[in-house]
């Protein structure tokens, strides 16, 4: 009879030779791989699952976007626990993840509705738990709005226009981001002389600043080509301006926060990048600054 010892002994041999015997047969671009290439594999990845996800349909991206929030929302308050904040996390995750699934079922009834529950459930919370403190309710309370309520904007978005416009207008607002980011790093590399804000972000300079903001502008344009969407070019530039800026500062929030509790990056989930909030931190801001303007605007009907 086989000990208990000998058995589990063979069973990782096993595998070790299961590892050496794919890591012989990995390409040898694939091994031992330099920063630059686990940065744009991993952005690969991202990017393939959020076109995917935009493109599939109401409910895959409202259960994305779910588990995006919940992920944020979680790293938001790992971050913040350093700096002797006690947030529930509990509440505040659970609560970031049913934004977007509200919206989806009530539109903005249904935000509305996950922000009292929210609210309810942390007085309750802070009534009965006498180690809460009010600071602690106020982080429970951010990290879930910050988080859940405004990428919730982007369902709200999708379900103003028919398929497959909705998911267009998704896409195309990831690609205004995407774009702002690109060229600030690029014109900023190239001809960034003047720091923007040294202390909070001492990458960023006012020439990438620009040009990120002119390439958001130029992007913004496509919306106006997009059926079922009353915007003209004037409007489109002007509210691709205000998402320009909204996505800086978020970017500039999110560098502030994890400066002030020594966090380089805000987790490890998407390797050479750093965690998903590191990556979402413009476009929570962009989703609410776009959803709100093209509401005012009357560019997209009203999801109520």
């Not at 895959?60 to 976007?65: G, I, Y």
């Not at 009965?128 to 982080?139: H, L, S």
């Not at 001809?191 to 903001?213: C, D, I, Q, Y």
Request: with cysteine; proline share 4%.
């Amino acid at each position: 009879m086989v000990e208990p010892e000998a058995e589990a002994d063979a069973e990782r041999r096993r595998v070790e030779r299961l590892k050496s015997f794919a890591y012989q047969k990995t390409p040898s671009t694939f091994k031992n791989a330099s920063d630059l290439q686990i940065r744009t594999r991993t952005g690969v990845v991202y990017v393939a699952l959020c076109v995917a996800a935009m493109l599939a349909g109401d409910l895959p991206a409202m259960v994305f976007l779910a588990g995006v929030s919940a992920i944020c929302a979680a790293e938001f308050f790992y971050m913040l626990r350093s700096d002797a904040k006690m947030p529930n996390e509990w509440i505040g995750t659970v609560g970031a993840a049913m934004f977007p699934p509200a919206a989806y079922l009530w539109g903005l009834q249904g935000i509305m509705l996950v922000a009292m529950l929210l609210l309810a459930a942390l007085t309750v919370w802070y009534v009965f738990w006498n180690r809460a403190r009010m600071q602690d309710v106020g982080v429970s309370l951010l990290g879930a709005l910050y988080t859940g309520m405004q990428l919730s904007f982007i369902v709200l978005l999708r379900m103003a226009l028919p398929e497959p416009h909705g998911g267009t207008a998704v896409l195309l607002l990831f690609i205004t981001i995407w774009s702002n980011d690109v060229f600030a790093y690029l014109v900023g590399r190239r001809f960034g002389r003047h720091k923007m804000a040294p202390r909070t972000s001492p990458n960023k300079s006012w020439e990438g600043f620009v040009g990120g903001l002119a390439a958001c502008m130029a992007a913004w344009c496509g919306f106006a080509f997009i059926p079922g969407m009353s915007i003209t070019i004037v409007q489109a530039l002007f509210i691709g301006l205000a998402c320009g800026l909204a996505g800086v500062l978020g970017d500039l929030c999110e560098s502030r926060i994890k400066r002030s509790v020594g966090f380089k990056d805000s987790g490890t989930i998407m390797p050479g990048h750093g965690g998903l909030f590191d990556r979402c931190d413009s476009l929570m801001t962009t989703a609410t600054a776009a959803f709100a303007l093209l509401t005012i605007f009357r560019c997209i009907p009203l999801v109520r």
